[in-house]
């Protein structure tokens, strides 16, 4: 190949890579809602008795409890994934570019921005402890969903209080069915906080099986209580967990809510039968909400009852106490 051909194969390369790029760009630009306000209105802030979740346009807002089908109150910013505990708040915002990356940003009981963290990644999963001390957020790397083959995930812990960060927690010494276990592709997801803001519960993937996980923040281990239980949330009283359960290959029926009873670890199927692919949050102490076919739900957490709709063109729920 002549000189003169081989720049010319050179700067087509150049320009499919570009291209490619610009695509990327150009699609996160479209799902990529508008950078976290430094001020948002009066509208937005935490308040006692509120529901607060996502709206279909990006934006945080929220209705009484005891109205949920009122006219949400806007004004909030804009995040991908939102919640909210204490009086402190995370909310995720996908950036775009070349590559896809997250910032995780922390807001005060006034919605105004305290810290930001730059992520690797595509926003999953986020989640307050109670006190809102203890902050957690999960990041899809590779692949954008836990029905595909070959995705990975970054599971990270940040400590409000001391501003300690832990962008990824795959390092944690795990114990696995009794014995410590040490592999490479170990991946952690949708972490839950006791009340304590030391114990956590969390999902790991490992050699094809997903288990739930018990942390300590302290003593910095986990270790395994069970297999296939995916997105825990811990009950208020710390009790109780609901999780989404793998019950079907079928991506339209993969997964059924379960609740499980820490004590005598029974497990009980929830009233939904559809598939749930989102991690639940407690509304009150005996139900729980969570997003499903572009809508907030919420179900009697010990399997009784049906399934109820709470607020239409939502995602991300969280009850303000």
């Not at 087509?12 to 996160?28: N, R």
């Not at 009484?64 to 995720?92: H, K, M, N, Q, Y």
């Amino acid at each position: 190949m002549t000189p003169v051909r081989r720049l010319l194969v050179l700067l087509a390369a150049l320009a499919v890579l570009g291209g490619a790029a610009a695509g990327y760009a150009a699609w996160a630009a479209r799902r990529d809602p508008a950078p976290v306000q430094e001020e948002a209105g009066r509208e937005s802030a935490l308040r006692p008795g509120r529901l607060m979740f996502r709206t279909a346009a990006g934006r945080v807002a929220g209705v009484p409890l005891t109205a949920t089908s009122a006219v949400p109150e806007a004004g909030g910013p804009a995040c991908d994934r939102f919640s909210t505990g204490g009086g402190t708040s995370i909310c995720l915002v996908a950036r775009p570019g070349p590559v896809a990356t997250t910032h995780a940003v922390i807001l005060d009981r006034s919605m105004r921005e305290t810290r930001r963290i730059k992520l690797a990644g595509i926003p999953n999963r986020a989640r307050m402890s109670q006190s809102g001390r203890m902050a957690s957020w999960t990041v899809f790397v590779t692949g954008d969903s836990y029905s595909e083959g070959g995705f990975s995930t970054w599971t990270g812990i940040l400590d409000t209080r001391t501003g300690y960060a832990v962008t990824n927690i795959e390092d944690i010494p795990l114990t696995l069915n009794g014995r410590r276990y040490h592999a490479p592709d170990v991946n952690y997801w949708g972490v839950t906080f006791a009340a304590d803001d030391n114990r956590f519960y969390a999902t790991v993937a490992t050699g094809g099986k997903t288990y739930l996980v018990e942390g300590d923040y302290g003593r910095w281990q986990a270790r395994t209580l069970r297999e296939n239980a995916e997105c825990p949330s811990l009950s208020p009283d710390g009790t109780r967990l609901v999780f989404k359960k793998r019950v079907s290959a079928d991506p339209a029926r993969m997964w059924r809510l379960h609740l499980l009873d820490l004590a005598t670890m029974r497990e009980t199927p929830l009233a939904e039968r559809a598939s749930v692919d989102d991690q639940v949050a407690w509304l009150d102490g005996r139900t729980v909400m969570y997003g499903r076919a572009g809508d907030v739900w919420s179900v009697p957490a010990d399997g009784s009852g049906a399934p109820t709709r709470l607020v239409r063109g939502a995602s991300s729920p969280v009850a303000v106490r």
